[in-house]
C-alpha cells in the first residue's frame, strides 16, 4: 500500500516531472538527485497507482499492445498469424529494480526449473520485459554495478531486449520510461547515464516550518491508518487519473508554434547545450505540460517552468563553477524572456 | 573534587539515558532503530545485554555480519538443496528471516554504502523485493537495527544513508564500570506493560509541529528526524503509561532523536524577538480564536524554548564545541563521502557478471550460472549411479568476475614559504586546481596541505567536494620560512591513514626545497634540511606514489636530493605554468590508472 500521489506535500518539480513523463513516455526517464528524506521514492512508488490502466495483448509476456503491431513480440506475432489478438485491461507496470538483483532477472535467462527437471530449453523473462510499456524504477541508481547500468543504458536506448546466453537467443520489446532516484553524496552519476534522463530533479529539503509539518503530519496520518488516509485521498486521486489520461489522448493534437521552438533552440545556445537532445525533450516536456494542463498549443510559460528539469544536466560541466546549474538558467532564461 | 563527582554523575545520566533509549527501542523496534556507538567493551555488552530482555521473547534476533554477501543477506538459490532435489530452491535471506525481529549490524562503520542501501530500501517499504538467481520474491518485511558503530576516529562512521533512517543515536564510548548501575527492574515491567496496552492513536498535531521546529532550530534537514522522533515520543509516552503526549515525552525524544543530528547551534531561546521562522507558524497553521491565540502562542513558545534547551544539553560535546567555532559541516559532512573498506582481496570487489573458468586460484563459483551451464544437458548426460540429480562437469563451471577499485586519495602539499611564495605560489594554485579537475573525472578525493612558518597544517581533510578544495587553496596565504620537514611528516602520516582504511594515497608536493625550518620550528639551514631528509625516507618507507614539482626559478639539487631520498619521481619545472605541472602530474595519474588492478 503505497502514499497517496495528491497527498505529497511541495516538492513540485518532483511531481510535475513524473506527470509529465507519464503523459508522454517518449521524453525519456526522469531522474531525481537530491537529499535524505524528501521523499524520492515515495512520489515513484505514488505514481504507480496513479497511473491509468493501459490495454494489453490477454497472457503476453510481455504486456504487448495489440493495435502496436509494429511492435508486437514473437509470442504475439504467432497469435496474431492465428486470429486477432484479444486484449485486457492490464495496469501500467512500475517495476521496482531492487538493488542486488542479478543480471539473470534483469534480462532474462533459461528457466531452470524446466532446464533441470525438462530438459526443456525455456526462456523466462526478466524485469525488463515485465517493465515493458511501463516504468522501470531504480533506486539509488548511483549505487548500481556499472555492468547493470551498460545493461540498461542500452536496452532503454533502442527498446528492445536482446539476449544471448545459455544457448538461448530472444529478443522481446522491452521500452520503458527510466526513472532513478540517489543521493548525490553517495556518488556522481556517469555522464553518459545522465544524458539518457530526459528529466533531472534537484529535490531539496523544504525550509519553512508550515510545510515540514505538513510533511510530518501526513506521513504519521498515513502510516497510523493507511486504509482510512487513501479514502480520504481517493477523490483527488481520482481527479488526477482523470486529468493524466484526458492529457495522454490530446497529446497529439497540441500544437507547438514557431516562436517557441526558436526560443527553445535560443535558450539551448545561450546555455551551451552539447547536441541537440537538450533541444528536442525541452519542446517535448513543454508539449506534454501544455496538454497536462489542457492548452491546445505550446507556449513560452511552459518552456520557462521545464527548463531547469529539461537541461540542468545537459550543461557542460565545470566542477569548479560555484553556482549550481539551476542558477544558470535561471539567468538564462531572465536575460532571454525577461522577468 | 566537584568535578570527579560532576564527571560521575554525567555518566550516570548517560548510562541512563541508554537505558531507556534501549526500553524505547524494545517497544517499537522498526518504528525507531538504534545506532550504538561504542567499542567491543562491557558497556556495550551490558547494553545490548539489557535489551536483549526487553525484547518480546518471540521476535527473531539475527545478526549480520560485515562482508555478508548478497545472497545471504536477501536470498537466493540453495545449493545444497537445488543439487539434491534436481530442481531450484530457494534459499531464504538474513532479512527475510528477520520479519517482526531485530537485526544487529557488527561494526556498522565498515559497512559499505551498497550494503546500508540494502538494508534501508527494507526499511523505508517495509517489503522485502529480492530478483535474485532465477528467483523473484517480495514479502512484507519489518525490522529493527541496532547498529554497532565501533568507529574510532570522528569521521569513522556508518553509511549516512542508514544514520539517517535510525532514530536512537546513542554514544556509550568509554562509560567506565562504575557507571553501568544495573537498570531498575521496573524498566521490564515497564515495557510488558505499555506493550500489553493498545498503542494510542492520537493526531498529536501540536507534538509534530513541536518536533519540527526544534528540528528546523537545530538546522536538521530531513523530514525523516522529526518523523522519527514523533515515534519516540509515542514510545516513551506509553513507557510511562500515557495516552498522550507530554512534554517530558517530547523533550525525551529530541534529546535522544534530534540532538545528536544538530548542524547548527538554535539561536538563544530568551531573544527578546521571536525568530521569524515562528512568526510564519503562528500565522499559517495556529487558527485559535484571536482572543486566545497570542496566549497560546506563548504558552507553545515557552514549551519550544524548554525542549530545545533541554536539547541543547544533549548536544555532544565535541560537537558543541565545532559549531561554536562555526565549523557547522562537521556533522552534516561527517560520513559523506567516505566508503569503502580495503579491498585488496581478489574475492571482493563489484561483481562484474560470470565467465566460464575454473574456480581455482581464489576465483568464486557463480554457482546459479554454472547451473545454468549445465541444464541443457542433463537429459545427454543422463542419470549416474552416483545418485547426483544434476550432472555438473568442469566445462560447466562459471566463475565470478570482481572489478576492484580502491578509492584514490591525491594529497596536494604546498608550499607557501616566502621563498616559494613570490613567484611561484600562484602558479602552483593554478596547477593544483587543474589537478583538480583532473581528481573529479576521475572521482579521486582531494586532500590538501599547506607548511609554511612554523609548521604543516591540513587545510582540507580528504574530500571530493571540489568547490571546497578551490575555496580553500584560494584562501591560501604565503610567506614566511619554509618548514619542509614537517610537510612531509603531515603527508606521511595522512598518507598513512588513507593507507590503513584500504585507500590508494598519491603525494604530490610542490616546493622549492629550500628547507629553513627544522621540525622544532627552529631556523637554520642545516637543521630544517637534515630534518628534511629524514622526513622524506620515513615517507619513502610507505612505498607510496610521491611526485616532487621543484618549483624553483633556478632548480637547485637540494630538491632533487629530496625526491631521491622520498623515492618520488623529480620532476624540475623551472619555467613551467600551471599546465604544464598539471600535465606532468596528470603523466603520473595516467600510469597508475593503467596499474589499476581489474581481477578476472
Redesign the interface.
Known sequence: MAFPFSAIVGQDETRLALLVAAVDPGIGGVLLFG?????K?TAV?ALAQLLPPMRAVAKCRYGCDAKDTGRLCEDCRARRRKGALRSVQVPVPVV???????????VG?????R???G?K?VF?P??LARANRGFLYV??VN?L???LVDLLLDVAASGENIVE???LSVRHPARFVLIGSG?P????LRPQLLDRFGLSVEIR??????T??E???R???FE??PREFQAKWAAEEARLREQLATAHASLAQVSVPQSVLEAAARLCMHLGTDGLRGELTLVRVARALAALEGTRAVDNSHLRRMAAPALRHRLRRN??E?AGSGTRIERALLELFGP | MAAVTAAADEDARRWHEACVAAALFALDPAGTGVVLRAGAGPARDAWLLLTESLLPRAAPRRRIPLHVTDSRLLGGLDLAATLRAGRPIAERGILASADGGVVLLAMAERLSAAAAARITCVLDTGELVVEREGFASRRATRFGVIALDEGAEADERPPAALLERLALHLDIEALPLAALAAPSPLLKAQVEAARARARHSAADAAGIELLCQVALALGIGSARAPSLALNVARAAAALQGRDRLAEEDLTCAARLVLAPRATRMPAPPQSPEAPPERSETQDSSQPAPPGESSAAAAAAHALEDRVLEATTTALPAGLLAALKAGAASVAASAGAGRRGVAQRSRLRGRPLGAQPGDPAGGARLNVIETLRAAAPWQRLRGRRASGARVQVLREDFRVTRFKERTPTTTIFVVDASGSSALHRLGEAKGAVELLLADCYVRRDRVALIAFRGRGAQLLLPPTRSLVRAKRSLAGLPGGGGTPLASGIDAARELADTLRRRGETPVVVLLTDGQANVARNGQGGRAAAEADALQAARLLRALRTSVVLLDTAPQPLPRAARIALEMGARYLPLPHADARTLAAAVRGLAGAREAAAREVS
Not at chain 1, 535467462?109 to 526449473?113: G, Q
Not at chain 1, 529539503?205 to 508550515?210: G, S, V
Open positions: 537529499d535524505r528524506g524528501t521523499g521514492s512508488r521496482d529494480l531492487p538493488l542486488g538483483a542479478t543480471e539473470d532477472r534483469i535467462a533459461l528457466d531452470l526449473e532446464a533441470l527437471a530438459g530449453k523466462e526478466g524485469l533506486d539509488e549505487l554495478e556499472d555492468h546466453r545459455e544457448g543521493n553524496e553517495e556518488g556522481e529539503t523544504p525550509e519553512d516550518l508550515p515540514r509539518v510533511v510530518v503530519r506521513r504519521d496520518e497510523r491508518a566542477p569548479l560555484e
